[in-house]
């Protein structure tokens, strides 16, 4: 049967400022959630924490965009909303940019990844259904594409490339222009590779501009590997309302890379736009699943869930914390190491964003301001 699974993640509302949503906000997710199993809505479904974002992730046969799971999502959020007000807290409803989404909630604020699978124990190609979910706090939606292109680019970071069979078939990468405005319409360009592997890496440099949206196998082209919630909430506000911590899905094994491949690239602690105030430039720290952002600099951090399918859509009985392991302790001690490091540098240079990204903070009135004092010298 077809399977669609989704990942809607919104932040609205947490302790103390941008640390972790509060017990309450999170049963009152979890109890609609339960309603909504129960009422066979969806499959199944797990409601997680990232940092100050809220998580719901759900399997469901109503397929990618389905109306009536993205309104679920919409109103879970707004009854956490409500619990974070009644306790006063920071921030409450931030990521709900909208009074009320037409359709499905991409566009409105919450990050959306979702990917419709043929779920088949008989099948061939994927006899088990096994996929990863990552969710990022504190960073733009181009967090994913230094790891995402490490591995299905690089075979310096992925061995599967050079050794598998289906692997070397290649892969489709959509990348999508996030700064694209003026109708409907998203605007992506869809790279094969690696035959442009290079046209695809141009593009990638520039993560506050162009995302990895999807990827699509080569040896089967309708099978969807990756989604990435590639959006930007400032260009979707008008104005700087928090950093737009992107979800991704990735589907492993098989046909696809394995999911110590997938993972790989995150022991670097990659550089991304984020971190306090959404305007500095940091490395990405890996973290266990339901880790509050308590450390200096408001770090961005990612966490990663492995799930596997049984044949009816069920994924939540069990799954596997895989930034929680001891394994990345090594990592989370470079990546603190690295940032010490870099923020002695302060406002100067490139541990700030870019213009593009600044001008959606006071920076920009304050740059105004002072234009307006300069003056020409008269040359002597």
């Known amino acids: 049967m077809k399977v669609t699974l989704s990942v809607i993640k919104a932040d609205v509302g947490s302790i103390g400022g941008h640390t972790r949503p509060s017990a309450r906000m999170l049963e009152s997710v979890r109890a609609r959630l339960a309603d909504a199993i129960h009422g066979r809505l969806v499959l199944d479904g797990l409601v997680t924490h990232t940092g100050d974002d809220i998580a719901i992730i759900t399997s469901h046969t109503r397929g990618v965009g389905a109306r009536e799971v993205h309104r679920f999502a919409w109103e879970s959020f707004l009854a956490a909303t409500d619990e974070a007000r009644a306790a006063g807290l920071y921030g409450a409803g931030q990521d709900l940019l909208v009074d009320a989404p037409s359709g499905n909630v991409r566009g409105a604020g919450p990050a959306v990844a979702e990917i419709e699978v043929e779920r088949d124990p008989a099948s061939r190609d994927r006899p088990a259904e096994a996929f990863l979910v990552f969710a990022g706090d504190k960073c733009s939606p181009g967090a994913y594409n230094y790891p995402l292109y490490a591995v299905f680019c690089d075979p310096m970071h992925n061995g599967g490339l050079l050794l598998s069979p289906k692997l070397r078939r290649g892969f489709t990468l959509t990348i999508v222009d996030m700064d694209h405005r003026g109708d409907a319409a998203d605007r992506v360009i869809a790279l094969d590779v690696p035959e442009r592997v290079w046209d695809a890496a141009c593009l990638l440099q520039n993560p506050d501009r162009f995302a990895i949206e999807a990827i699509h196998s080569r040896l089967k082209p309708d099978e969807q590997i990756a989604a990435v919630s590639a959006t930007r909430l400032h260009n979707i506000a008008g104005t700087y309302t928090g950093k737009d911590d992107p979800v991704a899905l990735v589907r492993t094994q098989g046909i696809f890379p394995a999911p110590e491949e997938v993972i790989e690239p995150y022991t670097l602690g990659h550089f991304v736009t984020g971190d306090c105030r959404g305007s500095h430039v940091m490395p990405l720290m890996p973290v266990p699943i339901g880790a509050a952002v308590a450390g ?39 990546v603190q190491q690295k940032a010490d490091e870099w923020r002695r540098q302060g406002f100067v240079g490139p541990t700030m964003a870019s213009h593009a990204e600044l001008a959606y903070t006071g920076l920009v009135d304050a740059l105004a301001a002072l234009d307006r004092e300069f003056a020409l010298r008269p040359e002597r």
């Open 296 to 334: 200096p600099y408001c770090l961005p951090v990612v966490s990663c869930l492995a799930f596997s399918m049984a044949a009816d859509g069920r994924f939540s009985a069990e799954y596997v914390d895989v930034f929680g392991d001891r394994a990345w302790d090594a990592t989370r001690l470079k």
